[in-house]
């Protein structure tokens, strides 16, 4: 048996409704659930632009969202379960403390995004950017993260579990006291990655990556 082969990670997707209903007030509908105090389900969000818009403490579920700029809008402590974003731009939005469950992104910006202290867990994130995005004090568990840029981002403190990488972009991001035991880092740009010795322990590199990160406890490798 290989000690050093990395378990297989199963990650859940959204499971969304054949039949969504069409958002036409996206305004209405948040006022709506606020008043009421129920989820906002089964919706399809389409060509839509609200920006600094506050969606903060709403339940999301059974969405997709398609096609939509929703940048600079506060989505703190936010409840997604079983949602898609697909080509939609969140790029500076607020997203601390949120929960995400059984969500995808895909070819979507979240540019400087902020998941300071959110739970994300069974995400599929595709062809997006999260550079200069905060996942400071985060819980990421069973995460497909592919084709994906987090170039300069922060992901410190953080707990790490069933992480699957493929093709993502790290340059210059900072996995400050973020142990990275069980990644596979071999099919991703490490250039300036800032990381402490110890956290790099138990992760799988290649050997072109291995040199890199020598020079991080001041090795030369000819």
């Given at each position: ?92 939005s ?35 950017s ?14 497909a ?19 699957k990488?493929?093709?993502?972009n ?12 069980g990644l596979d ?38």
């Amino acid at each position: 048996m290989n000690k050093n082969k990395l378990k297989p990670i199963k990650i859940t997707t959204p499971d969304l409704s054949a039949h969504l209903e069409p958002v036409a007030d996206l305004a209405a509908l948040l006022a709506w659930a606020r008043e009421e105090e129920l989820d906002i389900e089964g919706r399809h969000f389409k060509d839509l632009t609200f920006n600094e818009a506050d969606f903060s403490h709403l339940s999301f579920r059974e969405s997709l969202f398609e096609n939509c700029d929703f940048s600079d809008c506060d989505f703190e402590k936010v409840d997604c379960r079983d949602l898609r974003f697909q080509s939609c731009s969140l790029s500076n939005s607020n997203f601390s403390e949120g929960y995400f469950n059984r969500c995808e992104f895909f070819a979507s910006k979240l540019v400087g995004a902020d998941f300071h202290q959110a739970q994300l867990e069974n995400v599929l994130t595709t062809d997006c950017s999260f550079q200069y995005a905060s996942f400071s004090k985060s819980k990421l568990k069973a995460l497909a993260i592919s084709q994906s840029d987090f170039s300069e981002a922060t992901i410190s403190e953080c707990k790490l579990t069933q992480i699957k990488l493929d093709d993502v972009n790290f340059s210059q991001t900072s996995f400050f006291k973020t142990p990275l035991k069980g990644l596979d880092l071999t099919s991703c740009q490490l250039d300036g990655l800032i990381v402490s010795i110890d956290a790099l322990s138990g992760a799988l590199v290649s050997t072109y990556q291995a040199a890199e990160l020598a020079k991080l406890m001041g090795l030369i490798v000819r």
